[in-house]
């Protein structure tokens, strides 16, 4: 029962480049979630989803996109990653009230 | 609109000391959520606790205790005889009555908790 797996754990890019965060869930929730965790501002809400084709916008959605395909998989993607996309990204899911999170991605944009 | 604040930053306690994080929240819900999450140096987010808006009844686990009163919208957490492996940074958080489209947990922006030998 691996839980909320998230890949990759780690990633250095430079400004401009692309990429794809990918967050799978093997407990068949409805309810995924992209936030982001910086320093003296705990975690804020970039993209969420309540189910399979279907995404919503957060706090701060600018300058992410997000899929879910897959019922078990929610993708979370930076067509032109900027320094200040430099963060510590969690996914979670949820079942009733509780949240479940993966280990997190530490993404740094150079 | 929904709140959480934690006033508190950083704490530094020496360890078997007790030390109590606070809590604050805002919503204009009758019915809603709160929670405390623990997040080690390693990086994960580990969830303690969930209490929700219509028991204010104080619960302990070990050496964790939650205090809530609705009187003034806080939560607080308690750790009793402190030890080194509880630094941590913590986040309290809330969540509204209704899961829909729009339902989401706001945060706090966390108390970091270093606990010294």
């Known amino acids: 029962n691996a839980g909320v797996t998230q890949t990759p754990k780690f990633r250095v890019l430079k400004t401009g480049q692309s990429m794809t965060l990918l967050c799978a869930q093997d407990m068949n929730h409805e309810y995924m979630y992209w936030y982001r965790q910086d320093p003296g501002m705990g975690l804020r809400l970039i993209h969420y989803s309540v189910g399979e084709g279907t995404t919503a916008k957060g706090e701060v959605p600018d300058g992410y996109n997000v899929s879910r395909l897959k019922k078990q998989n929610f993708l979370l993607g930076l067509e032109s990653a900027a320094p200040s996309q430099t963060s510590v990204y969690f996914c979670?899911?949820?079942?009733?009230?509780?949240?479940?999170f993966g280990e997190g991605s530490r993404l740094t944009v150079l | 609109a929904q709140k959480v604040t934690q006033a508190q930053t950083e704490i530094s306690v020496v360890e078997k000391e007790d030390v109590t994080l606070d809590c604050v929240y805002e919503t204009r819900d009758t019915t809603y959520y709160l929670f405390w999450y623990k997040q080690p140096p390693s990086g994960e987010l580990v969830f303690l606790i969930r209490r929700n808006s219509f028991d204010e009844q104080n619960e302990i686990s070990g050496r964790y205790s939650w205090n809530f009163q609705k009187s003034t919208s806080s939560f607080n957490f308690t750790i009793t005889a402190s030890q080194v492996v509880d630094s941590a940074v913590y986040f309290c958080?809330?969540?509204?009555?209704?899961?829909?489209?729009?339902?989401?947990?706001?945060f706090g922006k966390g108390t970091k908790l270093t606990v010294n030998p």
């Open positions: 958080a809330l969540s509204g009555r209704r899961i829909t489209i729009t339902e989401k947990l706001v």
């Open positions: 979670a899911s949820r079942r009733g009230r509780e949240l479940f």
